[in-house]
């Protein structure tokens, strides 16, 4: 198949998925034409059926706001039309699933009919997408897709609970690759940050208020008064200089704490971690969690949203009620205890597979297929 993949290209979890889904797409042969306004952070990979086409907005001005919903759209009908698209899968609904629609209505009247796919990865849906600046165009531009698909069973029930939506919602869960998230040997990695032997926990966000990073570190300190433990922070955002001031009134110094930054290779740092911690007051599905099992590191997380679909309470790690750090310390302190950490480890790792990306990448293709099987009968 030739196929348009339009998304963030960012570290955020939904610009992560479509670009690891193109790349795992192209390696099985498929054509894979990424759409989006810079080269996405993980398509740091050469394949020959692999093809990144820009979306410049030109500046004027008079935009206040540059349109880039506008320049999107125009670059959809560009790339459907010259390299010949089969189907156009856009990830995020805003703006990418209105602007899918635009290209589409533009491209009927060239006589191309283009199936578009749009996969709903959370916050579009949960926090942004029902806001009433919003939630008419969502609405609307969720309906004139060929085919949708969420990333848990959750964030389907929340889409049809706040839209009217009347689209059948395929849920395809997040996948992983298990050859590039898988433990690897960096033991003088950790000897140099933990070198008396202290449990490491860690955390990757980009540090919103979703997240809730001061649970993380409230979790964090809980669990170092009971034991040795350092704590260490990826990624990045606005919420950061709030974390750091949070550290110091409580006594923890950067010896304690280490702020990473953004990371390219999180499976080094993952593969030397004991506990991973996802305290967000949403999340539709915890992609770095799985990221996280995948390297034999088990979970403390809230029960919110799709979480508890990865999450398995007891066997993978535990689920708290958003907030809760006390229960979040206790949880933290038995995954850590010696009789128990291997246990955790191994079934984390064994649940991670279920994810496999070879498991779900042919959801995906099934999905394509069925769109342009439809839009070829006139459905
Ligand atoms: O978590 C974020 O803030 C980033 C966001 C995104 O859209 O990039 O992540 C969402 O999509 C990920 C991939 O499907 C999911 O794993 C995350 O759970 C989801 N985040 C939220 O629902 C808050």
Redesign the pocket.
């Known amino acids: 198949m030739n196929i348009g993949i339009v998304c ?1 290209p ?1 570290f ?6 479509a670009t690891e889904l193109g790349k795992a797409l192209a390696q099985k042969g498929h054509r894979v034409h990424f759409i989006t306004y810079s080269q996405p952070v993980r398509l740091n990979f050469v394949n020959e059926n692999l093809f990144y086409h820009e979306v410049f907005v030109p500046s004027y001005p008079l935009f206040q706001f540059p349109p880039y919903e506008l320049a999107l759209a125009s670059k959809m009908v560009d790339i459907v039309q010259n390299e010949k698209l089969d189907v156009l899968h856009v990830h ?1 609904a805003i703006p990418h699933a209105s602007a899918a629609y635009m290209a589409k209505q533009i491209l009927r009247t060239k006589g191309i009919n283009i199936p578009v796919i749009t996969t709903l ?4 849906i ?2 942004v997408g029902k806001d009433a600046s919003f939630e008419p165009v969502v609405t609307f531009s969720i309906n004139q897709s060929d085919a949708v698909t969420s ?1 848990s069973a959750d ?1 389907k029930r929340e889409t049809y609970e706040y839209f009217a939506v009347e689209k059948d919602i395929e849920v395809i869960p ?1 996948f992983i690759n298990l050859e590039r998230f898988k433990k690897q040997p960096k033991e003088h990695f950790r000897a140099a940050i933990a070198p008396e032997g202290e449990k490491l926990l860690i955390h990757t ?2 540090f ?1 208020s ?2 809730r990073v001061d649970d993380v570190v409230r979790i964090f300190d809980g669990v170092r008064q009971q034991m040795p433990a350092k704590l260490l922070l990826v990624g990045d955002g606005p919420d950061r200089p709030r974390i750091e001031k949070l550290c110091r009134e409580l006594g923890l110094l950067s010896n304690d704490v280490r702020f990473l930054g953004k990371l390219e290779a999180v499976e080094e740092v993952l593969s030397v971690s004991d506990l991973f911690l996802m305290p ?1 007051e ?7 969690a ?1 990221e996280a099992m995948s390297c034999e590191v088990p979970v403390i997380s809230t029960d919110a ?2 979480i508890p679909e990865l999450n398995v309470d007891g066997v993978t790690g535990f689920v708290s009620r958003v907030g809760d750090v006390d229960d979040m310390v206790k949880n933290s302190l038995t995954v850590l205890a010696d009789e128990n950490l291997a246990r955790f480890k191994a079934a984390s790792r064994a649940r991670a597979e279920e994810f496999a990306v070879e498991k779900i990448l042919p959801l995906y293709e099934a999905c394509y297929q069925r769109a342009i099987d439809a839009v070829m009968a006139g459905v």
């Not at 990865?121 to 579009?124: I, K, L, N, R, S």
């Not at 949403?282 to 770095?288: I, W």
């Open positions: 963030y960012t955020g979890g939904s610009g992560v998925v995020y990865h959370g916050t579009d949960t926090l990333v964030l997040n966000s980009n919103r979703v997240k967000s949403k999340e539709s599905f915890g992609l770095a799985l949203g799709g």
